[in-house]
């Protein structure tokens, strides 16, 4: 799908460049762990970066939430001006997530 989009130009770039492709699941092991979630993002149009593994903080105190992801692809690639998304049970308030951010 990603090879197809990419061959197909759109305004300054691809329709890939215009689309965000997210590939993810929401459990981690066997045992239905909610942390070190695979996340894979295709396209964003300069959004985020590129041919990059990133790992966040794993600790219980800085580790990021799908929220965070949510809350940042839908202020920095929809560009939306949403203030919050979720809610976090340790009342840490939402924030881009820098580390995939161009």
Partial sequence: LAQKLDKIPEGNGTL???????LFSDMHHGDHA?????????????????DEYVVLAQDAMNSRQYRDLYFTIMNNFFQLGIPSFGADMRKIPNAPIAEILM
Avoid at 16 to 22: I, Q
């Fill in 34 to 50: 909610g942390f070190d979630l695979p996340v894979l993002l295709m396209g964003g149009g300069g959004t985020f970066r590129n």
């Fill in 16 to 22: 890939l460049d215009n689309s965000l492709l997210m």
